[in-house]
């Protein structure tokens, strides 16, 4: 398979570009790669087109499945448009992971000349043409540098975006994006090419947390950022119980690293504008999410128990006082509990209080309580009161980092 240097030898200037990264896909690339060269012909006919798949060395034919994927939609497209959309797939340097595929796509986009680049997951039910041509519609226009996506979810679905890395991330960087960790977005050429030149490729910030990475570096750094309406995004839901804390320790950690990154910007009080929001929220239909309340209560309870030297090193008194009391009473860890919670747990990141991966490991049971409590409080509402639930704790959360700004520079 060839690499980037021969795909950027042998390939002319483009106008739009949709990335695809992937690892052992190739059960569902084939419908991601059939709508992306839709989409390109559909919403971007004067455009030139490139559907480029980014892989980390499949063993399961995942390349060979999208380039003949999207090579057989092109085939069927009349001459003009069969001319105007390349098709390829290149397997990327560096270490495995999603943020390797994604420098690829960025670096070709920046050195072909790309107006815009998309990124999809290579595992989406749902995707549709429309969504290249919302996503890339707003770049291409020369409104804005930066896409993310708006979702309808089910109310008990993307918890670790509602609980922590939403709240957090808007509180201290301002925009409102909604979906900082989507996983399909848009950016200009210029945005692209400046992720490409950043020297964060090798590292856990980039590999684990690279959606993350995109969408507070494009805060801070002043880039123009907007959200679309996508509509639902279909995936396997997680029960938040069983299969997330592997992710909270890589997201959160990555949201912890990206406060010290962009420390002048935040500390000095620089909050991007509130981000405009293209499109209009549509009914969907959104499968169920299967949750067991009881589980998490009970790994809550055993954290707080068997972890107590860790909180006790992490949080002040007060706080630890009250988390230990809500988990030998079944209380709720209420919104100011929590995001105390998680300022005073940015706090010891930042100040090494003990091994980092230790002490964001250690947050995993007390997401898990907090969890327990929203479901319960959300139990009997619909996806909206549900909704509404997170903007308060999102205004809890933007009086919390107050205390944020008073202790991050000061001396433990």
């Known amino acids: ?12 200037p483009v106008d739009v570009i949709v990335g695809i990264p992937s690892f052992n896909n190739g059960s569902t690339i084939a419908h991601v790669a059939k709508t992306a060269v839709r989409g390109l012909a559909h919403f971007f006919p004067d455009q030139r087109g490139l559907v480029l798949n980014s892989d980390g060395g499949s063993s399961d034919e ?56 998309v990124v999809l997951d290579a595992d989406l039910r749902s995707v549709a043409p429309e969504w290249i041509g919302r996503l890339a519609g707003p770049i291409v226009s020369g409104e ?19 609980a922590i890395v939403y709240p957090l991330t808007d509180a201290v960087f301002g925009g409102g994006i909604r979906q900082p960790i989507g996983g399909d977005f848009g950016v200009s050429g210029r945005l692209a090419g400046l992720y490409a030149s950043k020297d964060v490729w090798s590292s856990d910030v980039a590999r684990f947390g690279i959606d993350l990475w995109m969408t507070t570096t494009a805060l801070a750094e ?18 938040p119980g069983q299969h997330l804390a592997a992710m909270l320790v890589q997201v959160v950690g990555t949201a912890f690293a990206l406060l010290e990154t962009y420390e002048e910007v935040w500390t000095m009080r620089v909050l991007a504008g509130q981000a405009p929001t293209f499109g209009r929220a549509e009914p969907v239909q959104l499968d169920p999410v299967r949750v067991d309340v009881g589980r998490m209560e009970e790994q809550f309870r055993f954290g707080v128990q068997s972890l107590d030297r860790i909180y006790t090193l992490s949080l002040p008194p007060r706080l630890w006082t009250e988390l230990r009391a809500a988990a030998m009473n079944g209380a709720a860890i209420h919104d100011r509990l929590w995001a105390q919670i998680i300022v005073h747990y ?21 997401y898990l309580g907090r969890t327990a409590t929203f479901i319960r409080r959300n139990a009997g509402r619909d996806d909206d009161e549900a909704e509404a639930d997170v903007q308060a704790l999102a205004r809890v959360f933007a009086e919390a980092v107050r205390e944020l700004h008073r202790l991050w520079k000061e001396e433990p």
């Open 346 to 366: 940015a706090i010891a990141f930042h100040r090494r209080a003990l091994a980092r991966d230790q002490l964001v490991s250690s947050l995993t049971p007390l």
């Open 62 to 117: 995942t390349p060979r499945v999208a380039v003949e994927a999207a090579t057989s939609v092109r085939d069927e497209l009349d001459p003009g448009a069969r001319e105007r959309i390349a098709v390829s797939s290149i397997r990327y340097r560096g270490p495995s992971g999603k943020g390797s595929a994604f420098r690829d796509i960025f670096e070709a986009g920046a050195r072909l000349g790309a107006s815009a680049v």
């Open 144 to 162: 804005v540098d930066f896409v993310a996506p708006l979702y309808r979810r089910h109310k008990f679905d993307g918890t670790i975006t509602n």
């Open 222 to 239: 002043g880039f123009r950022v907007a959200q679309t309406h996508l509509g639902a995004k279909i995936h396997d839901p997680k029960d």
């Open 1 to 12: 398979m060839a690499g980037l240097s021969e795909l950027l030898g042998s390939t002319d």
